[in-house]
């Protein structure tokens, strides 16, 4: 069975770090590219960042660039988010996503066949 737990959402303050995890199980882990989306209330979920199989290729939102960190872990079947610099409008639920692919991870939601259930982080002021 296919699971994506995602770990590590909180309540923080602007300029804060906070480092999401995301563990999976039920499939082989290192064929798959990952991905980080979010959904702030009341709009559509956005990519965020990907990472491919091997870690040689990264890709970001221009929202997150410079202050958040997609890598991964691919003998702990984990996928992380290190985020920095946290703003207000960074506030959503987090989503942690697999792609069967080899090549550049994907930004299109479309893309990616397995998805987490989400943890929120929420930024104050």
């Known amino acids: 069975q296919v699971q994506l737990v995602e770990f590590g959402g909180g309540l923080v303050q602007a300029g804060d770090s906070l480092r999401l995890s995301c563990a999976a199980s039920g499939f082989t882990f290192s064929w798959y590219s990952m991905g980080w989306f979010r959904q702030a209330p009341g709009k559509e979920r956005e990519f965020v960042a990907g990472i491919n199989w091997s870690s040689s290729s990264t890709v970001y939102a221009d929202s997150v660039k410079a202050r958040f960190t997609i890598s991964r872990d691919n003998s702990q079947n984990t996928v992380y988010l290190q985020m920095n610099s946290l703003k207000p409008e960074d506030t959503a639920v987090y989503y942690c996503?697999?792609?069967?692919?080899?090549?550049?991870?994907?930004?299109?939601?479309?893309?990616?066949?397995?998805w987490g259930q989400g943890t929120q982080v929420t930024v104050s002021s």
């Open positions: 996503a697999a792609d069967r692919k080899f090549g550049p991870p994907g930004s299109e939601e479309a893309q990616y066949d397995y």
